[in-house]
């Protein structure tokens, strides 16, 4: 039988969703192909096993990533716990600030009120649903006051167009201010075994205001399957230094160690870097993506692994916070 994974509030004053959501960028080519009809069998899995909380974004696939998963939803909208974010822009005409990303490339960032009304119509055309779940800014607009940005989004949730609102990428400081003008209910942040730097500051303020914290990458863009070699050319992950030169055979090395306890432990080493971040608080959801419906049950199954405080410990020592080498992004 299907696994179904165990719910856990999203905040302290959001809904109950699925301790792991899924992340659906994958589905738009950035590390490898994938066809629309697989995508939609894909997050259809990831609706059955109760990772309901399906993530996306207008600027993935330039907009092509929210109309696959209205696709998918279509006829099942009350299964489906619909997250999206709006602020990177990919319109040629429209203006924005430029944000460094460590990517090699700046995204150019909007988050005047005026921009972020029309990306919510945008995003519910494509989606094609009355509401939108849980909205998040993607990066914060360095020349706009987040006040504001949020301001407007909170004009979407007193519309009835959004449920929850979140933030992402953003600093301890942005979130208490945010916070101040509508509750936050989730903030996204890479968080993984291999980026733990949420743990420092951002994490501790999360839970002194009852935020959820949601993992994006929480496979290490896929470095903890413990799959990944090499590269071919045309990979995203080629604009990642932890993937780059000597860095990725530097981290191989690094995280044997930890892919020797999955073995112990006999399960795979996705599920244990899962596992183990369902393990650092009932507040942490992580969002693992695949173009696999196979891979959407292993990454299920993770739910169900229960680890020992040893063990923790062990996995704390082995992948302790910096031991990755290369540049840690935003």
């Known amino acids: 039988g299907r696994i179904v994974i165990e719910k856990?509030?999203?905040?302290?004053?959001?809904p109950n969703v699925g301790c792991l959501g899924y992340g659906a960028m994958v589905l738009e080519g950035y590390y490898g192909v994938s066809g629309d009809e697989q995508a939609v069998g894909t997050i259809n899995r990831a609706l059955d096993v109760g990772m309901n909380m399906i993530d996306t974004a207008d600027a993935y696939g330039n907009g092509h990533n929210e109309t696959l998963v209205g696709r998918a939803i279509a006829g099942m909208r009350q299964r489906a716990f619909v997250a999206t974010k709006f602020g990177i822009v990919f319109d040629e005409s429209e203006s924005g600030t430029d944000v460094p990303t460590g990517w090699g490339f700046p995204l150019k960032i909007n988050g005047r009120p005026p921009y972020v009304?029309?990306?919510?119509?945008?995003?519910?055309?494509?989606?094609?649903?009355?509401?939108i779940d849980l909205w998040y800014a993607h990066y914060a607009d360095p020349a706009t006051p987040i006040e504001e940005?949020?301001?407007?989004?909170?004009?979407?949730?007193?519309?009835?167009k959004v449920r929850y609102l979140g933030l992402s990428n953003v600093?301890?400081?942005?979130?208490?201010?945010?916070?101040?003008?509508?509750?936050i209910t989730a903030v996204?942040?890479?968080?993984?075994?291999?980026?733990?730097?949420?743990?420092?500051?951002?994490?501790?303020?999360?839970?002194?205001?009852?935020i959820a914290l949601v993992g994006w990458s929480p496979l290490g863009s896929g470095f903890?399957?413990?799959?990944?070699?090499s590269l071919d050319k045309g990979d995203f992950r080629q604009n990642n230094p932890r993937f780059a030169?000597?860095?990725?055979?530097?981290?191989?090395?690094?995280?044997r160690p930890f892919m020797m306890v999955a073995k112990e432990v006999g399960v795979t080493p996705a599920q244990l870097a899962l596992a183990w971040l369902l393990h650092q608080g009932q507040d942490v959801f992580p969002i693992p993506g695949t173009r696999h419906a196979e891979r959407v049950d292993e990454n299920a199954g993770a739910a169900d692994i229960h680890?020992?405080?040893?063990?923790?410990?062990?996995?704390?020592?082995?992948?302790?916070?910096?031991?990755?080498?290369?540049?840690?992004?935003?």
């Open 307 to 330: 680890l020992t405080p040893e063990l923790l410990g062990r996995i704390n020592e082995l992948a302790r916070p910096g031991l990755a080498a290369g540049a840690t992004l935003v």
């Open 224 to 229: 903890l399957t413990g799959t990944v070699t």
């Open 8 to 14: 856990r509030r999203l905040g302290s004053n959001g």
């Open 117 to 131: 009304r029309k990306a919510l119509n945008s995003s519910l055309k494509r989606l094609a649903v009355d509401v």
């Open 149 to 160: 940005t949020v301001g407007a989004m909170a004009e979407a949730c007193h519309a009835g």
């Open 171 to 183: 600093t301890a400081e942005q979130v208490r201010r945010a916070h101040r003008v509508h509750p």
């Open 188 to 210: 996204q942040f890479e968080y993984s075994l291999w980026r733990r730097e949420a743990e420092a500051e951002l994490l501790p303020t999360l839970r002194e205001l009852g």
């Open 245 to 255: 030169g000597e860095n990725l055979e530097a981290n191989r090395d690094r995280f």
